[in-house]
């Protein structure tokens, strides 16, 4: 054990994670590269077990290991919100890791992958699936074999495409139940209809206890209220900054007024504002963060990359997961208040 903690590569103390449903953040950025941030995606834990993943831009997979979520051979659940680059671009790399973790040699496939359906230039889920890892026509199609060839079981998926029309869906709908933890989703509109971008938001509930991710989305539907109602987490998209907090007639991503509006109308405990898009110096956060205060009274936490936060408990149980001394980076609001402190 000494000698694998002088290699970085520390089993996970599952101790440190919080009891109940709770949530890592992987990405807090996207979708240029960044430094501090990755692009988008979180993991979902229940009673310490790694067992959901949120989508899975760039950067994520170092994040797994730097978060030492190495018994992401639990997870058995991916959701992607929508097939956008900054939410999607590791999955192959992901999945080859949790595979090269013994998922398939424990008997632990398949791994269900749920998303939307396809629209205009975007394949469904499961195309998407398909597109990486069919065993006939995938482009790592290899990797079915390369398994077999080590003896690590079966690589297999299920899928399932989600109906994005956010006019026709007005309501969330229940679509897995597994551990006593459910997954609902309700379909969102991101970005002008003409661009035909099919995405959806998910809520997990467990023992009372839930986290809802909005995805990429402008507030347009008015869908993610409906979701997002009561939840104990909301995880919002705070992309648009407050140079754009204006009310053009369809935009991709949600103005920070928006965002504090859906929160309190949701009546959600706590507020994570996440998917930093650069430039994000830390004045342009603190506006959006006083935008968002205006219009929500609720606790407003501003996501960093390996963020742990509790359900159960609420933000005053986050953590970055490592100590200060530990940790080799520093979020920008930290870096921001000590060079204010320094003056
Ligand atoms: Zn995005
Ligand atoms: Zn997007």
């Known amino acids: 054990m000494e000698r694998m903690q002088a290699m970085g590569e520390a089993m996970p103390d599952k101790r440190s994670r919080p009891a109940g449903l709770a949530v890592t953040i992987l990405g807090s950025g996207g979708p240029m590269a960044m430094t501090q941030r990755a692009s ?161 938001a998910y809520r997990v509930d467990y023992a009372g206890q839930s986290i809802t991710f909005s995805g990429d989305l402008n507030s347009k539907s008015g869908n993610l209220v409906r979701l997002a109602k009561g939840s104990d987490i909301l995880i919002y998209d705070a992309a648009l900054g407050p140079a754009q907090d204006f009310d053009p007639p369809e935009v991709f991503h949600t103005p920070p007024a928006d965002i504090g509006r859906a929160a309190k109308e949701a009546g959600v405990k706590t507020l994570v504002l996440s998917h930093f898009m650069p430039p994000y110096v830390p004045m342009k956060i603190e506006r959006i963060l006083a935008a968002v205060k205006d219009e929500f009274d609720g606790e407003v936490i501003l996501a960093e990359d390996l963020m742990t936060l509790s359900a159960q408990r609420g933000a005053s149980s986050s953590s970055s997961g490592d100590t200060q001394e530990e940790s080799p980076r520093k979020g920008p609001m930290q870096r921001f208040r000590e060079r204010l402190q320094s003056q």
């Open 40 to 200: 988008a995606g979180y993991v979902v834990y229940r009673d310490r077990v790694p067992r959901i993943l949120v989508d899975g831009g760039g950067g994520t997979f170092e994040r797994l290991g730097e978060g030492r979520i190495f018994d992401l051979v639990r997870m058995d659940t991916w959701l992607f919100t929508h097939l956008h680059i900054d939410h999607s671009a590791e999955f192959p790399a992901i999945v080859k890791s949790m595979y090269f973790l013994r998922r398939g040699y424990n008997k632990m496939s398949p791994l269900t992958v749920i998303g939307p359906d396809a629209w205009g230039d975007f394949p469904s889920t499961s195309e998407f699936v398909d597109a990486y890892f069919n065993k006939e026509h995938g482009i790592y199609r290899y990797f079915h074999h390369f398994m077999e060839t080590i003896k690590a079981g079966d690589l297999s998926f299920d899928t399932k495409d989600l109906a994005y029309d956010y006019d026709q869906v007005k309501s969330p709908e229940k679509i897995l139940t597994r551990d006593g933890m459910s997954i609902s989703y309700i379909p969102v509109m991101h970005g002008p209809r003409a661009s035909k971008t099919p995405a959806v």
